[in-house]
T-cell receptor
Framework: GQQLNQSPQSMFIQEGEDVSMNCTSS?????WLWYKQEPGEGPVLLIA?????ELTSNGRLTAQFGITRKDSFLNISASIPSDVGIYFC???????????FGQGTELSVKP | EPEVTQTPSHQVTQMGQEVILRCVPI?????FYWYRQILGQKVEFLVS????????KSEIFDDQFSVERPDGSNFTLKIRSTKLEDSAMYFC?????????????FGPGTRLTVT
């Protein structure tokens, strides 16, 4: 089945630093999504990417849909304590179809 | 801003009992989903629902599971005879399903504990 490899598994950074995480797949996806999850909550959509090569920003967050359609990255610039949480990538092959999730990147930010 | 809502937030049940988890997807969304997340693990797809029928289901979604949209607003997941390994967070999601915009919005989840 389709699998997503997300790295790193965890990151411990200082407030103000930039963060980068990525997902790779052996299969092609037509949509890449990035979510943030805080303890006891549901995943919250951060960025959706629909076209290969697309680069999209949402405030301090920037994500790209890889040109091969098999990878995506998420960057967070100038991190702040409220960025703490688990970030998941998710790929969708068919419109309206299931999401395949990565294993998550747990971000900790030291003030 | 419209949200997916789920009830209850926490359900404790004994092994072998039936549970029904409830969701109200975002109004005018067309596709509905259930996912689960075992503690500390990634989110896993269970089932998708479109046009009043299941469009896709995973291996996890066996005969013990069923979904229903009993009216124009609710979307339910039933587990007929719960097992210990069904303990997890269950998330409902919905998507507009229009144009190219198929991003899925998740509810806050129901924590199911089977004892």
């Amino acid at each position: 089945g389709q699998q997503l490899n997300q790295s790193p598994q965890s990151m411990f950074i200082q407030e103000g630093e930039d963060v980068s995480m990525n997902c790779t797949s052996s299969s092609i996806f037509n949509t890449w999504l990035w979510y943030k999850q805080e303890p006891g909550e549901g995943p919250v959509l951060l960025i959706a990417l629909y076209k290969a090569g697309e680069l999209t920003s949402n405030g301090r967050l920037t994500a790209q849909f890889g040109i091969t359609r098999k990878d995506s990255f998420l960057n967070i610039s100038a991190s702040i304590p409220s960025d703490v949480g688990i970030y998941f990538c998710a790929g969708e092959y068919n419109q309206g179809g299931k999401l395949i999730f990565g294993q998550g990147t747990e971000l900790s930010v030291k003030p | 801003e419209p949200e997916v809502t789920q009830t209850p937030s926490h359900q404790v049940t004994q092994m072998g009992q039936e549970v029904i988890l409830r969701c109200v997807p975002i109004s005018n969304h067309l596709y509905f989903y259930w996912y689960r997340q075992i503690l500390g693990q990634k989110v896993e797809f269970l089932v998708s629902f479109y046009n009043n029928e299941i469009s896709e289901k995973s291996e996890i979604f066996d005969d013990q599971f069923s979904v229903e949209r009993p009216d124009g607003s609710n979307f339910t997941l039933k587990i007929r005879s719960t097992k210990l390994e069904d303990s997890a967070m269950y998330f409902c999601a919905s998507t507009p399903g229009a144009g190219i915009y198929y991003e899925q919005y998740f509810g806050p989840g129901t924590r199911l504990t089977v004892t």
